[in-house]
C-alpha cells in the first residue's frame, strides 16, 4: 500500500518560517519526482515545486526565493522549508510522488498565515 504522509503545517505568523515533511511508504522512493502542491477553496490545485530523482529542482514563480525543497532518501522524505510566508501562502499543501505512468498523493496538510 502506497503512503504518503505529510507533516508540519499549522499556524505561523507573517514572516514566519515553516517546514513540511512527506513520508512516503510503498514505492521505490527513490525513483520518484517528488513534488508539492496546494489547494485554497478559491484556487484549485497548483504546483509549488519539485525534485527529481537526480536532484534537479524547480519552483513556480511565485515562490520567489523564499521556499526550499530537498529530499533525504535514507529517510523516503521529501521537504519544504517556507519562509517568509505571508497570507497568500495559506492553503491545503500536498505532497506528490510521480514517474511514468504512476503518480500518488498524500491527504495534505493546512498551513494558515495570519496574525
Known amino acids: 500500500q502506497v503512503q504518503l504522509v505529510e507533516a508540519g503545517g499549522g499556524l505561523v505568523q507573517p514572516g514566519g518560517t515553516l517546514t513540511l515533511s512527506c513520508v512516503v511508504t510503498?514505492?521505490?522512493?527513490?525513483?520518484?519526482?517528488m513534488s508539492w502542491f496546494r489547494q485554497t477553496a478559491a484556487k484549485s490545485r497548483e504546483f509549488v515545486a519539485y525534485?527529481?530523482?537526480?536532484?534537479?529542482?524547480k519552483y513556480e514563480d511565485f515562490v520567489q526565493d523564499r521556499f526550499t525543497i530537498s529530499r533525504e532518501n535514507a529517510k523516503s522524505t521529501v521537504y519544504l522549508r517556507m519562509e517568509s510566508l505571508n497570507v497568500e501562502d495559506t492553503a491545503v499543501y500536498y505532497c506528490?510522488?510521480?514517474?511514468?505512468?504512476?503518480?500518488?498523493w498524500g491527504q495534505g496538510t493546512q498551513v494558515t498565515v495570519s496574525l
Open positions: 510503498g514505492i521505490d522512493f527513490n525513483s520518484y519526482t
Open positions: 506528490n510522488a510521480r514517474k511514468v505512468r504512476e503518480e500518488y
Open positions: 525534485i527529481t530523482s537526480g536532484g534537479r529542482i
